[in-house]
């Protein structure tokens, strides 16, 4: 194996441990936030059982994701593509960085998805290389086509299944005293393990893609994710959870909707649903997205008047602009920066 291109290997699976990283502290914090918003568990709880079930996640939530992400461009078995990938996730990463700064809980993995689709059209000098894909149905959808519909498809179902499981489960406690408060909080905790695993599952196999593609552009035939990437994405992943960044935690906690213990748990159970679901089916998709949605579900159930609609403003700006802004990056990297390097190659 060529020197230069070992060298190029090591630094972009060292970047895919950084974004897996950066992918915890951001969607992590997420994930957390309507279990400490509704003080059903104390951070320090939080992160422990979240990390825990993230990593079982991760080791045990199969591939299928993985190759969505692979799918969704042509990318050459040629050392070349090692560059692409080294700027698709130093722009993810920034944007990632960039998003936790300002507090919003934006997608990593539309930052993702945008940094490689701007180093592909930067490298192909168009739009060639990109796997659109067919829409013959939303669930045989293949190529950028099903990225792009779990994307955009999982927050409104996230919203639809809070809303629908909040109206039930109020209907089911009506007649229920103050105290059902103490088991719903308890319900959080498998509800919360669930999340954590979809997630874990969900997102760490987007950097386990890119890694698959690393080993490719040199020859590697692996068709299965190693175990060393499992654990070194699942390892990653954790210790970015260990360091929520509080202003999404209580963005999404408590500025959407002040949360009580029935809407931790029923956003929760939402968002496991669509989680694991999307996990099982190869569909990437956002957990900041599907679990904000499904705040925003249930507190329109409650009482519309009680949503902070502004701030919800905010996040779907966010949502909105990562994929090109995050395209862009990409693009920029590779003209101005690595596009010199892929000449060591």
């Not at 194996?1 to 992590?28: C, E, P, R, W």
């Not at 996640?57 to 080294?86: C, E, M, Q, R, Y």
């Not at 507090?103 to 689709?117: E, K």
């Amino acid at each position: 194996m060529d020197t230069d291109a070992t060298i190029i290997l090591i630094f972009v699976i060292f970047l895919s441990a950084v974004f897996a990283y950066s992918n915890g502290f951001q969607d992590g914090s997420t994930v957390a936030a309507s279990v400490i918003g509704s003080r059903a568990l104390t951070p320090k709880q939080t992160v422990l059982l979240v990390a825990t079930f993230e990593f079982s996640g991760a080791l045990f939530g199969g591939s299928a994701v993985a190759s969505t992400v692979k799918s969704i461009a042509h990318f050459p078995d040629n050392p070349t593509v090692l560059v692409w990938l080294a700027c698709a996730m130093t722009a993810a990463i920034t944007w990632n960085y960039l998003t936790k700064q300002l507090g919003f809980p934006s997608s990593s993995t539309h930052a993702l998805v945008g940094g490689l689709l701007g180093a592909v059209v930067a490298a192909g000098g168009g739009t060639q290389l990109i796997v659109w894909g067919e829409l013959r149905h939303i669930i045989d959808a293949t190529g950028l086509a099903k990225v792009i519909v779990s994307l955009f498809l999982s927050p409104m179902v996230g919203f639809v299944a809070g809303y629908i499981t909040l109206k039930i489960t109020m209907f089911l406690l009506m007649k229920a005293s103050s105290r059902v408060n103490k088991w719903l909080k308890l319900a959080q905790l498998p509800a919360l393990a669930l999340v954590s695993f979809g997630h874990g599952a969900n997102d760490t196999q987007k950097v386990m893609g890119v890694a698959l593609l690393s080993l490719h552009s040199l020859g590697m035939n692996v068709n299965t994710v190693p175990l060393w990437v499992r654990i070194l994405t699942a390892t990653a992943m954790i210790l970015g959870i260990a360091s929520l960044a509080p202003r999404i935690v209580r963005k999404v906690g408590t500025d959407i909707f002040r949360l009580r213990p029935v809407h931790g748990f029923v956003t929760q159970a939402a968002a496991a649903g669509v989680l694991v679901y999307a996990s099982a089916t190869g569909g990437p998709v956002s957990a900041s997205q599907v679990i904000t949605s499904a705040v925003m579900g249930v507190g329109t159930a409650e009482r519309k008047k009680g949503v902070h609609w502004l701030v919800a403003r905010e996040m779907l700006i966010a949502w909105f602009i990562t994929i090109p802004g995050a395209a862009l990056g990409s693009a920029v990297m590779y003209y101005v920066l690595f596009s010199p390097f892929t000449k060591l190659l």
